[in-house]
């Protein structure tokens, strides 16, 4: 139990501070309840833990933030500037209604908006204490924020980009015939914190007809020769901020004849959304860029999910890169860009790169080759 590792580092007070100031300024009159997790992260410094005892940062319209945090739990919040940000730690023990406190805080407020991901546990007990109050998701408005990621943040998704392509360039090491997916995924697992992570969130090794479901994880299965395989891996960095990258290799000579062909117009697709991106086209049209390619080539109906997806203190957050996201993209901005190609029962393939909108165009955080990489 008693790991002295360090405690991740925290951003300086003056940011922390100044994102407390816009997210009741985007609030505009509404209360805020942030649930631990990324957003409590993004605006205190730590994530904390969600449990059946509520913790929680309440924002009101008017007056001083407070965490409102049972007794046990308060360490856990221990070396954060939280006097400094001017946050008042409200500690409760066993015994006492927590939703009280928080609806005391929030006082009159009509509407309360809470983090997406708190559960509902929470979310009905918060009800109960405040009947007159509307309640609302937090996402639209905390996302307005956290969409568009300073110089430090995207430093971090920087480091966390060059941490995961050392990763592949190693695959080689471990992606051999006779190994199952598992025993890969170990040492692909292990050597993403050796590279530099804090630890590893995923480890994706699909191979040969498993490479044809996205989201696969790792199975028993023995990896062939003539395996197409698709490696999708990421973690966070110390500073929370997390790396996403797909590479797809094959092991020696692919057994289907199709797969150049078809890996050559994934390819040309996956550049065509990135060479598109800059401040001011919507995140559909990158969407768009990759599939037409995809779609021209015939291959529409194998390409199963958006193109990409908005990367931060969490894997998947906004801005969400589909049709139908009118969203125009802005400088800071950051996403996968991720088309794939899926035969089902037989092989896929993806490539993914986090990109970052800069002041005119994009800055791939990604640097690995996007060849298929033939071992
Ligand atoms: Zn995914
Ligand atoms: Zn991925
Ligand atoms: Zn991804």
Redesign the pocket.
């Given at each position: 139990m008693a790991r002295h590792s360090a405690l991740p580092p925290v951003p300086d007070a003056a940011v922390l501070r100044a994102r407390l100031d816009r997210a009741r300024a985007t609030a505009a009159g509404t209360g805020l309840v942030i649930a631990p997790g990324s957003d409590l992260r993004y605006l205190i410094g730590r994530a904390g833990g969600s449990f059946e005892r509520l913790t929680t940062l309440v924002i009101p319209a008017d007056g001083a933030p407070a965490l409102i945090v049972p007794k046990l739990e308060a360490p856990g919040f221990d070396g954060l500037p939280l006097a400094d940000l001017g946050v008042e730690v409200v500690t409760w023990v066993d015994s006492v209604d927590p939703y009280r406190l928080a609806a005391d805080r929030l006082g009159g407020s009509e509407r309360v908006a809470v983090s997406d991901f708190t559960p509902a546990l929470h979310v009905l007990g918060l009800r109960e204490a405040l009947p007159k109050a509307e309640q609302v998701l937090a996402g639209p408005i905390v996302r307005e924020l956290r969409m568009r990621k300073d110089a430090a943040e995207i430093d971090a998704l920087r480091k966390a980009g060059a941490a995961i392509d050392r990763v592949h360039a190693r695959v080689g090491e471990w992606l051999r015939p006779g190994r199952t997916e598992a025993e890969v995924g170990a040492d692909i697992d292990a050597a993403i914190v050796e590279e530099g992570h804090a630890e590893a969130d995923f480890v994706i090794v699909g191979s040969g007809p498993n490479g044809a479901s996205p989201h696969h994880a790792l199975s028993g299965r023995v990896i062939e020769a003539g395996d197409v395989v698709v490696v999708?891996i990421?973690g966070p960095v110390a500073e929370g901020y997390n790396s996403?990258s797909?590479r797809t290799y094959a092991v020696g000579t692919p057994r289907d004849a199709d797969v150049s062909a078809t890996y050559a117009v994934l390819q040309q697709a996956q550049q065509a959304a990135v060479d598109a991106v800059r401040p001011g086209v919507t995140a559909e049209s990158i969407d768009a860029a990759a599939r037409d390619v995809i779609a021209g080539a015939g291959f529409g109906e194998y390409f199963i999910h958006r193109t990409?997806?908005g990367?931060g203190l969490d894997?998947?957050e906004d801005p969400y890169i589909v049709a139908g996201n009118d969203l125009a993209l802005e400088p800071g901005m950051a996403f996968?860009i991720?088309p794939g190609i899926y035969q089902a029962g037989r092989w896929g393939a993806r490539i993914?790169d986090i990109v970052v909108v800069t002041e005119d165009g994009v800055e791939p955080m990604n640097k690995q080759p996007h060849d298929l990489v033939v071992l």
């Amino acid at each position: 139990m008693a790991r002295h590792s360090a405690l991740p580092p925290v951003p300086d007070a003056a940011v922390l501070r100044a994102r407390l100031d816009r997210a009741r300024a985007t609030a505009a009159g509404t209360g805020l309840v942030i649930a631990p997790g990324s957003d409590l992260r993004y605006l205190i410094g730590r994530a904390g833990g969600s449990f059946e005892r509520l913790t929680t940062l309440v924002i009101p319209a008017d007056g001083a933030p407070a965490l409102i945090v049972p007794k046990l739990e308060a360490p856990g919040f221990d070396g954060l500037p939280l006097a400094d940000l001017g946050v008042e730690v409200v500690t409760w023990v066993d015994s006492v209604d927590p939703y009280r406190l928080a609806a005391d805080r929030l006082g009159g407020s009509e509407r309360v908006a809470v983090s997406d991901f708190t559960p509902a546990l929470h979310v009905l007990g918060l009800r109960e204490a405040l009947p007159k109050a509307e309640q609302v998701l937090a996402g639209p408005i905390v996302r307005e924020l956290r969409m568009r990621k300073d110089a430090a943040e995207i430093d971090a998704l920087r480091k966390a980009g060059a941490a995961i392509d050392r990763v592949h360039a190693r695959v080689g090491e471990w992606l051999r015939p006779g190994r199952t997916e598992a025993e890969v995924g170990a040492d692909i697992d292990a050597a993403i914190v050796e590279e530099g992570h804090a630890e590893a969130d995923f480890v994706i090794v699909g191979s040969g007809p498993n490479g044809a479901s996205p989201h696969h994880a790792l199975s028993g299965r023995v990896i062939e020769a003539g395996d197409v395989v698709v490696v999708d891996i990421g973690g966070p960095v110390a500073e929370g901020y997390n790396s996403d990258s797909t590479r797809t290799y094959a092991v020696g000579t692919p057994r289907d004849a199709d797969v150049s062909a078809t890996y050559a117009v994934l390819q040309q697709a996956q550049q065509a959304a990135v060479d598109a991106v800059r401040p001011g086209v919507t995140a559909e049209s990158i969407d768009a860029a990759a599939r037409d390619v995809i779609a021209g080539a015939g291959f529409g109906e194998y390409f199963i999910h958006r193109t990409g997806h908005g990367i931060g203190l969490d894997v998947h957050e906004d801005p969400y890169i589909v049709a139908g996201n009118d969203l125009a993209l802005e400088p800071g901005m950051a996403f996968s860009i991720e088309p794939g190609i899926y035969q089902a029962g037989r092989w896929g393939a993806r490539i993914e790169d986090i990109v970052v909108v800069t002041e005119d165009g994009v800055e791939p955080m990604n640097k690995q080759p996007h060849d298929l990489v033939v071992l």
